[in-house]
């Protein structure tokens, strides 16, 4: 199982990015979603879950300015970041439960590489 996740970039305050996270491989099932981002000099924190009847929760600092959302069919999930703040700058990461079927069914917690978002003031 691989994640791949997309959207990453360079935008000015206040601005907005659209974050995308694809699974690919032998799935079953994907259960929650999430993504973490992790800014320079500090810990990876949780941005926000989803789980896949699409209930969702975000960290503090995100409500009201990030929607995070799944397309179970595609098993890929986004994040929409709006009013960007320059601490919102970090790599974000998605991670998926995700259940596969080859060669037995087994579930694990999966990782994507993470992509750079870059908030400028």
């Known amino acids: 199982v691989q994640l791949q996740a997309s959207g990453g970039g360079l935008v000015q305050a206040g601005g907005s990015l659209r974050l995308s996270c694809a699974a690919s491989?032998?799935?079953?099932?994907?259960?929650?979603m999430a993504w973490y981002r992790q800014a320079p000099g500090k810990q990876r924190e949780l941005v926000a879950t989803i789980a896949r009847g699409g209930s969702t929760n975000y960290a503090d600092s995100v409500k009201g300015r990030f929607t995070i959302s799944r397309e179970n069919a595609k098993n890929t999930m986004y994040l929409q970041m709006s009013s960007l703040k320059p601490e919102d700058t970090a790599v974000y990461y998605c991670?998926?439960?995700?259940?596969?079927?080859?060669?037995?069914?087994?579930?694990?917690?999966?990782w994507g590489p993470g992509t750079l978002v870059t908030v400028s003031s």
């Open positions: 991670n998926a439960d995700v259940i596969t079927a080859t060669p037995r069914l087994s579930r694990d917690a999966y």
């Open positions: 491989g032998s799935i079953f099932s994907v259960n929650d």
